[in-house]
Structure formats: structure tokens, C-alpha cells
């Protein structure tokens, strides 16, 4: 819950009421009454916020998505220190403009700047409708076909911009120009840097999170959400919902179950959502994703049902969620290919051979040089900041953006304070989040991790006849056309009949989990994927498909603003 649209004029922003209203709309859910927008125009400034939040910070100085981890009353005057906590905010007085991101770019902003206007929006597809044109990025639409989600600094319209994490942007009015100031991550173990430290951090940040009645805790089976609610002290301890899809009868070990033990034994209310993954119509809840995720990233799965989860939980009053997407350590570094495909850095080659490449009209991608890996850089530290650097800001915010639309998500495992504290602390104690799972694991060892999710996969869905007959509606169109090469598409679609007719054994994994150290599964899971692995079809039909939809919804929201309903 809450989007932003904000639009700054050289000498006026040029937006009508109108307009403003227009670009609001696009940006909520089709399924949902929604609250109505917090609107702003001066000469030179106007925004919006969709859906808003009682979390949002909104004045005649300044506006921000997400909340603050600490009591900052000064956080709309330019200039002022970079406060702590999820966020994206803007600020300015009559010489200069600031946008601001926090230390994970946890909410995302993506902005386009033009001799006239700057453009910063939550959504590309409100910054796509004030362009009033869309120029595509041939490099995204290859990031996303090779790791199903949008590369380092990539935007579908080569224009757009993402603002990277720890990083303010200065406009200067006067002279027109733009600044950026990014603080560079960096991991470097500190003596005075251990557990305790981390402890330390994560406790001082609950801390400073007071409870409210329209704030609930996502929990699953995990360690994570545990872990933030484990650690919370016990009077600000909100109430805890978990998610399950009514096809997925419960079971013992699934995430749903195993998230109820845990909220009984910390003494607080649980709730758990059902959502109907298989009554709505398939091509309804691809179209909804489509249009909220706008195809960052292709993690269908829980938004199969339509996203009547998150549906219930706005009309239930439920306006922000705690959740705890973090940046402890990842699992052990053995190579610069597995840590690429383990983050999901990988290149084109990895599912297409040279000679595919060149036949199917793809164009190559590589890291930028900011995320390359530094001479004397350990594989680990390489690893976690790749972690820090890429896959926060753009893959865990994207999904946090796809919710956004019902309800406002706060993470605050991503607090500065915290994730500095981390890159501190040595390699083994974020290899395999090492240091956070000991703490988690004393604080309630009776109560297991689940071993199920609760809803189906993105296979099982591609595998379906539903999907077959929806994706190839989809990628017979003339967009897709304009798209993909002939190649590409009948190579996809001959990989679908291929491949169905082959069953997955997910089942092997879970075996191997359980009876071998995370090292040794690891490194079979290294084995298994390096070199060259072509992509499963459903996957790669889902990714197409996907980028289809998007394309041509950005092709539409380009002509908003020109309609003649907005004369």
C-alpha cells in the first residue's frame, strides 16, 4: 500500500489534477477499493500517493514511501543527515531537489530526467506515461530472459534510471544539473565485529519500531521471520499472519503450520490467510502480476491466486507488514560462476550456446564494473556484496514493490545500522547466515524449519495446459513478434513439448538437504548447474510471456496522458 508519483518542473511541473489522477490509477490493483490518494501541486512540484499508508511521510517540503527508524522530524529539509529505515524519499526548497534511498534501496525509485522535468515514481509505468513515449532496452529483455529478473541498473525503457542503495541525487534548479552520491558498499572485518555486535544492532532497530493496530508480521517456517519476531522485545510484538493456498492441503512441516507453532510459542495473536490459487482464472492472475511487478522479476508462484491474499488483507485493515527479507551471509562461495548463479548475476551462456545466441538475435550482457569482482577481493566478500549491491535493491525490492500496491512492507533486517554491522563481521559468520541462525536456533529450538512451501511452483504452474494455451495467445501476438526473433520463439516452443514430457524430481534435493552438511549440498548444487544448462522451457516460455505483457503495457501507458479523456 503506497505508490509514488512525483514530478519536478525546471520552472513548472505542468501536471493537471487530471493527469495526476490518471497516473495514480495505474498504479493500484484492479481487485481492491483503495484508499484514497494524498495529492500535492505547488508552481514547481506535485505527487501523489497512491493507496496511501498511515506510514507514508507526505508534506509541502518533502514526500516519502516507507517509515523511519528513528525520530527524524527534520527529514523533509534538504541537507540534513540520511535518516535510518526503509525508505525513498524526496526533498526540496526553492534552489535544489534531493531524492534519497536507503542503505538497501529498499523501496524502489525509478526516475528519468529530461530538460525540463525530473520524473521519480515506484513505478517505471508512471514514468513511461509522463515520457509519452517507450523506447525499449534490448539489454533488459536479455538480463530477464537469462536470470528472470531485470540486470544491474536496468530499466525496460533504456531512459529510466534505479536509484542504487546509499545513494542522493542533487538537482540543482538553476543550473539544471544533477549530482549523485553513492556510498560505496564495502565488507571489511572489524576485531570488534562479531555476534554480539549483530545482536546488538538487530535489537537497537526492533527497538525503535513501535507497535501500531495496522501493522501486521509475516511469518513463515523459516529462520528469518522467526528471527524478527523472536527477537522483537515481547511488548512490541505485533500479531503474525501466514499465507496458504487453499490447493495445498496442510500439512505438518509446511510454512503455514510450522509458522502457527512458532506464534504460540511466542504468545502472540496468529492469523492464517488462505488465497484461492486455482478459481481465478490463470490469465487474470498473470496480467494482475504483469502489471504490479511491471517484470522485474518472474516469481510467480504466490501471486498464482490472483493476489487475493494480499486483497483480504487490505480489506481487513491490515496497511503495512513487517517481513524479513535480510542480508545475514549467503550460502558457501566455491566459485565465481556459482556465486554469480547463486545471486543470479549469471550471463547469457549459461542456458545458450554462442550459436544460439547469435541465432536467436540476443544481446549480450556482462556486470558492471561496480559489481565486478576487486583484485585482492575474497570470494566471500565478493559474494555478500554482491548480495548487498544487487540482489536487495533489485530483486527482494521488486517483489516488496509487487505487494505495494495492497499494502506498505517494511523490512527492518535492512536498517543501515544493521547491514553496516554485517559487513563488518567476518566471512564465516555470514557464510550460510551463520551468526544470525545460532541466535535464532537458542531462542526457540523446539519448533523445526518447515520443508514445504505453501504454494506450487512456478514448473508446476508452466506445466499446466491452462498456462500452454495462455502463453501461447501471448507470444503469437504481434508484440511478442517485435520482441523475439522467429528462432527464439519456435526453439521455446518445441522446448515446452520437449520437456513436459519429462518430470522433475524436486524431491532430491529436500532428501539431500536433510542428510548432508550445507557445504556438501552446495557444492553438489555447483556441480549440477555449472557450465552451460539450458533453461527449463516453462520457464522460459513464463519469462517471455512475461516480458510480452509488460512491453505492452508500457506501449499503452505511454498514450495516458495524451488520451483524449484527458483533455
Same mark, same amino acid.
Given at each position: +500500500?503506497?505508490? =509514488?508519483?512525483?514530478?519536478?518542473?525546471?520552472?513548472?511541473?505542468?501536471?493537471?489534477?487530471?493527469?495526476?489522477?490518471?497516473?495514480?490509477?495505474?498504479?493500484?490493483?484492479?481487485?481492491?477499493?483503495?484508499?484514497?490518494?494524498?495529492?500535492?501541486?505547488?508552481?514547481?512540484?506535485?505527487?501523489?500517493?497512491?493507496?496511501?499508508?498511515?506510514?507514508?511521510?507526505?508534506?509541502?517540503?518533502?514526500?516519502?514511501?516507507?517509515?523511519?527508524?528513528?525520530?527524524?522530524?527534520?527529514? @523533509?529539509?534538504?541537507?540534513?543527515?540520511?535518516?535510518?529505515?526503509?525508505?525513498?524519499?524526496?526533498?526540496?526548497?526553492?534552489?535544489?531537489?534531493?531524492?534519497?534511498?536507503?542503505?538497501?534501496?529498499?523501496?524502489?525509485?525509478?526516475?528519468?530526467?529530461?530538460?525540463?522535468?525530473?520524473?521519480?515514481?515506484?513505478?517505471?509505468?508512471?514514468?513511461?506515461?509522463?515520457?509519452?513515449?517507450?523506447?525499449?532496452?534490448?539489454?533488459?529483455?536479455?538480463?530477464?530472459?537469462?536470470?528472470?529478473?531485470?540486470?544491474?541498473?536496468?530499466?525496460? $525503457?533504456?531512459?529510466?534510471?534505479?536509484?542504487?542503495?546509499?545513494?542522493?541525487?542533487?538537482?540543482?534548479?538553476?543550473?539544471?544539473?544533477?549530482?549523485?552520491?553513492?556510498?560505496?558498499?564495502?565488507? %571489511?572485518?572489524?576485531?570488534?565485529?562479531?555476534?554480539?555486535?549483530?545482536?546488538?544492532?538487530?535489537?537497537?532497530?526492533?527497538?525503535?519500531?513501535?507497535?501500531?493496530?495496522?501493522?501486521?508480521?509475516?511469518?513463515?517456517?523459516?529462520? $528469518?521471520?522467526?528471527?524478527?519476531? +523472536?527477537?522483537?522485545?515481547?511488548?512490541?510484538?505485533?500479531?503474525?499472519?501466514?499465507?496458504?493456498?487453499?490447493?495445498?492441503?496442510?500439512?505438518?512441516?509446511?510454512?503455514?503450520?510450522?509458522?502457527?507453532?512458532?506464534?504460540?510459542?511466542?504468545?502472540?495473536?496468529?492469523?492464517?490467510?488462505?488465497?484461492?490459487?486455482?478459481?481465478?482464472?490463470?490469465?487474470?492472475?498473470?496480467?494482475?502480476?504483469?502489471?504490479? %511487478?511491471?517484470?522485474?522479476?518472474?516469481?510467480?508462484?504466490?501471486?498464482?491466486?490472483?493476489?487475493?491474499?494480499?486483497?483480504?488483507?487490505?480489506?481487513?485493515?491490515?496497511?503495512?507488514?513487517?517481513?524479513?527479507?535480510?542480508?545475514?551471509?549467503?550460502?558457501?562461495?566455491?566459485?565465481?560462476?556459482?556465486?554469480?548463479?547463486?545471486?543470479?548475476?549469471?550471463?547469457?551462456?549459461?542456458?545458450?550456446?554462442?550459436?544460439?545466441?547469435?541465432?536467436?538475435? #540476443?544481446?549480450?550482457?556482462?556486470?558492471?564494473?561496480?559489481? *565486478?569482482?576487486?583484485?585482492?577481493?575474497? =570470494?566471500?566478500?565478493?559474494? @555478500?556484496? =554482491?548480495?548487498?549491491?544487487?540482489?536487495?535493491? *533489485?530483486?527482494?525490492?521488486?517483489?516488496?514493490?509487487?505487494?505495494?500496491?495492497?499494502?506498505?512492507?517494511?523490512?527492518?533486517?535492512?536498517?543501515?545500522?544493521?547491514?553496516?554491522?554485517?559487513?563488518?563481521?567476518?566471512?564465516?559468520?555470514?557464510?550460510?547466515?551463520?551468526?544470525?541462525?545460532?541466535?535464532?536456533?537458542?531462542?526457540?529450538? %523446539? *519448533?523445526?524449519?518447515?520443508?514445504?512451501?505453501?504454494?506450487?511452483?512456478?514448473?508446476?504452474?508452466?506445466?499446466?495446459?491452462?498456462?500452454? +494455451?495462455?502463453?501461447?495467445?501471448?507470444?503469437?501476438?504481434?508484440?511478442?513478434?517485435?520482441?523475439?526473433?522467429?528462432?527464439?520463439?519456435?526453439?521455446?516452443?518445441?522446448?515446452?513439448?520437449? $520437456?513436459?514430457?519429462?518430470?522433475?524430481?524436486?524431491?532430491?534435493?529436500?532428501?539431500?538437504?536433510? #542428510?548432508?552438511?550445507?557445504?556438501? *549440498?552446495?557444492?553438489?548444487?555447483?556441480?549440477?548447474?555449472?557450465?552451460?544448462?539450458?533453461?527449463?522451457?516453462?520457464?522460459?516460455?513464463?519469462? +517471455?510471456?512475461?516480458?510480452?505483457?509488460?512491453?505492452?503495457?508500457?506501449?499503452? @501507458?505511454?498514450?495516458?496522458?495524451?488520451?483524449?479523456?484527458? %483533455?
Amino acid at each position: +500500500m503506497t505508490k =509514488l508519483v512525483f514530478i519536478c518542473g525546471r520552472d513548472r511541473h505542468g501536471v493537471t489534477e487530471k493527469q495526476l489522477q490518471a497516473l495514480t490509477g495505474i498504479m493500484v490493483p484492479d481487485n481492491i477499493l483503495p484508499n484514497r490518494s494524498h495529492d500535492y501541486m505547488s508552481e514547481r512540484v506535485c505527487y501523489s500517493l497512491a493507496n496511501p499508508s498511515q506510514d507514508c511521510l507526505a508534506s509541502e517540503k518533502g514526500v516519502g514511501l516507507g517509515l523511519l527508524f528513528s525520530d527524524q522530524k527534520n527529514w @523533509d529539509d534538504v541537507g540534513q543527515r540520511t535518516p535510518d529505515g526503509n525508505f525513498l524519499l524526496a526533498r526540496w526548497d526553492r534552489n535544489k531537489l534531493e531524492i534519497l534511498s536507503d542503505a538497501a534501496a529498499s523501496r524502489t525509485g525509478w526516475y528519468a530526467i529530461t530538460d525540463d522535468h525530473v520524473f521519480l515514481s515506484s513505478s517505471m509505468r508512471a514514468i513511461v506515461a509522463l515520457l509519452g513515449n517507450f523506447e525499449l532496452n534490448e539489454e533488459a529483455v536479455s538480463w530477464s530472459l537469462g536470470t528472470g529478473c531485470l540486470g544491474p541498473d536496468q530499466a525496460w $525503457d533504456r531512459r529510466i534510471r534505479m536509484i542504487p542503495p546509499q545513494t542522493t541525487l542533487h538537482v540543482d534548479f538553476k543550473e539544471w544539473t544533477v549530482q549523485t552520491d553513492t556510498k560505496p558498499i564495502i565488507f %571489511s572485518a572489524l576485531p570488534s565485529a562479531d555476534a554480539a555486535k549483530l545482536r546488538q544492532a538487530i535489537t537497537g532497530t526492533l527497538s525503535n519500531i513501535p507497535p501500531a493496530p495496522h501493522r501486521e508480521l509475516s511469518l513463515s517456517g523459516g529462520v $528469518d521471520s522467526r528471527g524478527l519476531l +523472536m527477537m522483537m522485545p515481547h511488548a512490541l510484538r505485533p500479531s503474525t499472519f501466514s499465507i496458504r493456498a487453499k490447493s495445498e492441503p496442510p500439512r505438518p512441516q509446511d510454512d503455514a503450520s510450522i509458522a502457527a507453532r512458532v506464534a504460540a510459542a511466542s504468545d502472540v495473536t496468529h492469523s492464517i490467510v488462505e488465497f484461492d490459487d486455482q478459481n481465478t482464472p490463470l490469465s487474470v492472475a498473470m496480467d494482475r502480476f504483469c502489471s504490479l %511487478s511491471e517484470g522485474r522479476v518472474d516469481h510467480f508462484s504466490a501471486a498464482a491466486g490472483g493476489w487475493t491474499q494480499w486483497k483480504a488483507m487490505h480489506e481487513r485493515g491490515t496497511s503495512t507488514i513487517l517481513r524479513g527479507d535480510e542480508g545475514f551471509g549467503w550460502s558457501h562461495a566455491l566459485s565465481e560462476e556459482q556465486v554469480q548463479i547463486e545471486i543470479g548475476v549469471a550471463g547469457l551462456h549459461r542456458h545458450f550456446t554462442p550459436a544460439q545466441i547469435e541465432e536467436f538475435g #540476443l544481446q549480450l550482457y556482462s556486470l558492471p564494473d561496480t559489481l *565486478v569482482r576487486k583484485e585482492n577481493e575474497t =570470494l566471500e566478500n565478493w559474494r @555478500d556484496r =554482491l548480495y548487498h549491491q544487487h540482489r536487495l535493491p *533489485v530483486i527482494l525490492s521488486a517483489l516488496t514493490e509487487a505487494k505495494a500496491g495492497y499494502i506498505d512492507v517494511i523490512n527492518p533486517f535492512l536498517s543501515r545500522h544493521i547491514l553496516e554491522t554485517v559487513r563488518s563481521m567476518l566471512s564465516a559468520e555470514r557464510t550460510e547466515k551463520s551468526a544470525f541462525r545460532k541466535m535464532v536456533a537458542a531462542l526457540l529450538p %523446539s *519448533v523445526p524449519y518447515a520443508s514445504k512451501a505453501a504454494h506450487r511452483s512456478l514448473t508446476t504452474i508452466t506445466n499446466s495446459e491452462e498456462f500452454k +494455451m495462455i502463453a501461447g495467445d501471448i507470444l503469437g501476438s504481434p508484440t511478442a513478434q517485435e520482441i523475439f526473433t522467429a528462432p527464439l520463439l519456435s526453439y521455446a516452443v518445441q522446448r515446452l513439448k520437449r $520437456d513436459s514430457k519429462t518430470k522433475s524430481k524436486p524431491w532430491m534435493g529436500r532428501i539431500a538437504r536433510h #542428510l548432508f552438511p550445507a557445504r556438501f *549440498v552446495t557444492k553438489l548444487r555447483a556441480v549440477k548447474h555449472s557450465g552451460h544448462r539450458p533453461l527449463n522451457a516453462g520457464v522460459l516460455i513464463f519469462r +517471455m510471456a512475461m516480458i510480452t505483457k509488460v512491453v505492452a503495457t508500457l506501449k499503452k @501507458d505511454m498514450q495516458l496522458l495524451n488520451s483524449s479523456s484527458m %483533455s
